[in-house]
């Protein structure tokens, strides 16, 4: 008791108290009820013990301490976080006995003094991944070496981030360092037209402009993604014949050749790379062909004779299917003998082929196959239908006479003598396969005489959207062929990886004998079987092998090389409009997906603090109103209670009541769901009296202004982000 006021009188211990739960001079009283070493609390009273003690009777009733709901709140947040940032880079781990460090984890201190190369005063020749090593995924690919005042780039890709980033269609390099030095850069190399190198070139190129340089069809595809940009800017394209060897000199250090490889789709290029250290060769994508479909073989002879007569100081070999045992058993003509089987054989079918709309000469194959069988083809799918555009002004591509025609007229002909080739095989939701197997297509509903033939593999994480297709396909009655279980249907090979087989990389490293060795474009397990791989079949020694991560810095002299360090690298969000997407938009999307959204409306008189409506509630992915409405009496009981107290024709800051509301509820839906939803709290105040309620409030309504406008709220209100 305070002996000092005379005039307190005595009280029942925990009733709610005016004034702040008081004594009428401020102090808090001593008896049982209160506890007098209570941290100061907001207007709502403080705590005992984590357990709220609050003049709203809602609150009091609740049985959940509030650490605990924020204990909650921060375990979701930690989750979300973790969640979204899978492609964010910073240090990576990296203790691989070829990360460059003797196993050894890199830090920014520890290493920053340790790594110099021998002869501080000799210029090195920096390689710096960009993108596209050890990452989330395979893509992204992005390569850059630095060379005094001269800087060049080896492709631009993007990756393809999967279910597990809603709404992100993909993500593109972080090029801060670039853009840094954007005056250094003398060109932009390609090796071939996949979108794991080149689907972020309409994103950057116009933030570190050079003229490019690439192989014919390259320069096709690399125009036609321009297409969608939205910069105004207009590359300066050069266009480099992989076959005559030609040398494009890039500033005062470097200079340029392109060398034929086989891939799965035209014009693919491995790049020789020489400077005033050595020459380092960039593979690109690969595979060995004993038969190309156009005839040009990969060009081994011209890396031989390259490593013969000047050596190789670096070879930079992707690592996609190192991992796989042995060489390719087939070829592209091998699966064109299999088309033409399945054509004999369903003669009264239509024939649906779903296929990478890139597989240029496979398609060049089914077309031949399609007219030697009397059948006409017609291509669905937008990236099919460009593809085979740049294909054809590029001539990259064959094609019979009259055996093209428009999705439109093929649906007029008899079964016998339709073909379609279509997106698809991956099992996207929305590509033209599964349009046709659910009747949402606008020509094309699968049947149950329909032959569907997958020629591809799934790539790795689109094993489940693969099989729902194929489900989906197959309760319509059509007979599906997959690559992998032609042997239920008698058939030949229907799909031939890209990428090259454990045995063609020991063939190709063996022929080069490079000094230094750096695994690229490919997850860190392919990294470090590439890795050892070379070590153990090569003979290349462990010390000089790197395993890298998109960021690390590998200087290399004349006579040595060394990890020295990181440059800030990342990504960067695009949906599927090709607009960038903040990391606290994709935050709010997984809480939301995981747990919904909880809004409260209230309209509130300015002149007497009163409700002039009943609370408005919405519930988004959280609960279904309808069926909680003993939750939603309680809350609209509680904010009642809460803007009679709050408000009460005193001037109040909106923002603390807002995050009062917000924690308040937050406390009383975790308690009654367990559930820790994002929520909104929007007040609107009103000029005017209670009596001025009416159906036409939102043409009187004037919204004080706040620094947080609602409107914004979905991505600013979870502080713990």
């Known amino acids: 008791m305070n002996p000092n006021n005379n005039n307190q009188q005595p009280t029942r211990p925990r009733s709610p108290k005016p004034q702040n739960g008081g004594n009428g001079n401020g102090r808090p009283q001593g008896n049982r009820g209160q506890n007098n070493n209570q941290r100061p609390q907001n207007k709502q009273g403080g705590q005992n013990g984590g357990k709220p003690q609050n003049q709203n009777t809602v609150l009091a009733r609740t049985q959940t301490r509030r650490g605990e709901v924020f204990a909650a709140a921060r375990r979701k947040s930690d989750?979300?976080?973790?969640?979204?940032?899978?492609?964010?880079i910073n240090v990576p781990v990296n203790k691989s006995l070829y990360n460059g460090y003797h196993g050894m984890q890199y830090t920014l201190n520890g290493n920053?003094?340790?790594?110099?190369?021998?002869?501080?005063?000799?210029?090195?020749?920096?390689v710096i991944p960009i993108g596209g090593l050890g990452e989330m995924g395979i893509?992204?690919?992005?390569?850059?070496?630095?060379?005094?005042?001269?800087?060049?780039?080896?492709?631009?890709?993007?990756?393809?981030?999967?279910?597990?980033?809603?709404?992100?269609?993909?993500?593109?390099p972080d090029i801060t360092y670039l853009q840094e030095r954007k005056h250094k850069i003398r060109g932009h190399v390609f090796t071939h037209a996949h979108l794991d190198h080149i689907g972020a070139f309409r994103h950057l190129v116009h933030k570190i402009p050079a003229p490019i340089y690439a192989s014919h069809f390259t320069v096709g595809m690399l125009q036609k993604t321009m297409d969608e940009a939205t910069s105004g800017y207009t590359p300066q394209y050069n266009t480099l014949n992989p076959d005559i060897h030609e040398r494009v000199q890039l500033g005062e250090h470097f200079s340029i050749e392109l060398v034929r490889v086989n891939h799965s789709i035209p014009d693919a290029t491995a790049v020789v790379i020489r400077t005033p250290v050595g020459v380092l060769i960039d593979t690109g994508d690969w595979r060995f062909e004993e038969q190309p479909v156009d005839g040009k073989k990969f060009d081994l002879e011209r890396l031989e004779q390259i490593a013969r007569e000047e050596g190789i100081l670096m070879l930079m070999n992707e690592s996609t299917n190192c991992e796989f045992e042995g060489t390719h058993m087939h070829g592209e003509f091998d699966i064109a003998q299999s088309f033409d089987d399945i054509m004999k054989e369903n003669q009264a079918s239509r024939i649906i082929i779903s296929t990478f709309s890139?597989?240029?000469?496979?398609?060049?194959?089914?077309?031949?196959?399609?007219?030697?069988?009397?059948?006409?083809?017609?291509?669905?799918?937008?990236?099919?239908?460009?593809?085979?555009?740049?294909?054809?002004?590029s001539?990259?591509?064959?094609?019979?006479?009259?055996?093209?025609?428009?999705?439109?007229?093929?649906?007029?002909?008899?079964?016998?003598?339709?073909?379609?080739?279509?997106?698809?095989?991956?099992?996207?939701?929305t590509a033209v396969l599964n349009r046709m197997a659910t009747g949402a297509h606008k020509h094309i509903k699968v049947k149950s005489s329909d032959i569907i033939v997958f020629s591809s593999n799934p790539i790795p994480g689109n094993e489940v959207n693969v099989v729902h297709t194929v489900d989906g396909l197959m309760r319509e009655g059509a007979e599906v062929l997959q690559n992998r279980t032609k042997h239920l249907h008698d058939c030949g090979p229907l799909h031939m990886s890209g990428h090259a087989y454990y045995d063609d990389h020991v063939k190709l490293i063996s022929a080069l004998k490079p000094k230094y060795y750096m695994p690229i474009h490919g997850e860190f397990h392919m990294l470090i079987h590439n890795a050892r791989l070379a070590e153990q079949e090569c003979q290349i020694p462990k010390d000089n092998i790197f395993v890298c991560d998109s960021g690390d810095v590998v200087e290399l002299n004349s006579h040595s090389a060394m990890k020295t360090g990181r440059v800030p690298v990342g990504g960067v969000m695009y949906d599927n409009a090709g607009e960038e997407v903040s990391e606290v938009v994709?935050?709010?999307?997984?809480?939301?997906?995981?747990?919904?959204?909880?809004?409260?409306?209230?309209?509130v008189s300015r002149k007497t603090g009163r409700l002039l409506t009943s609370p408005d509630i919405i519930s988004r992915g959280f609960i279904y109103l309808r069926d909680s409405e003993e939750l939603m009496n309680t809350i609209r009981a509680y904010l009642k209670q809460k803007v009679a107290r709050s408000?009460?024709?005193?001037?109040?800051?909106?923002?603390?009541?807002?995050?009062e509301l917000k924690d308040d509820i937050s406390h009383i839906l975790y308690d009654q769901t367990r559930r820790t939803p994002i929520v909104i709290p929007v007040i609107n105040e009103i000029s005017g009296d209670g009596g001025q309620g009416g159906n036409n409030q939102a043409q009187r309504q004037k919204q004080r202004p706040a620094p947080q406008q609602p409107q914004s709220q979905p991505s600013q209100l979870p502080n713990q982000y």
């Open 358 to 393: 890139s597989q240029i000469h496979r398609i060049q194959m089914i077309l031949e196959k399609a007219a030697a069988n009397n059948r006409k083809v017609a291509f669905a799918g937008y990236s099919m239908i460009q593809n085979m555009e740049v294909a054809l002004r």
């Open 112 to 126: 920053r003094k340790a790594n110099r190369l021998p002869l501080a005063d000799e210029p090195t020749l920096k």
């Open 79 to 88: 989750t979300v976080n973790t969640m979204a940032s899978q492609h964010i």
């Open 647 to 659: 408000f009460g024709g005193r001037r109040v800051e909106l923002d603390d009541i807002k995050r």
């Open 139 to 172: 893509g992204k690919n992005m390569m850059a070496l630095e060379y005094g005042d001269d800087i060049i780039v080896i492709d631009m890709g993007l990756l393809f981030p999967g279910d597990g980033y809603p709404g992100i269609n993909y993500i593109v």
């Open 395 to 429: 001539n990259s591509i064959k094609v019979p006479k009259d055996v093209i025609v428009r999705m439109d007229d093929i649906v007029k002909l008899p079964d016998h003598k339709v073909t379609i080739v279509c997106t698809g095989s991956q099992g996207e939701l």
């Open 586 to 603: 994709l935050k709010d999307r997984l809480h939301i997906a995981s747990e919904g959204m909880f809004i409260v409306v209230l309209t």
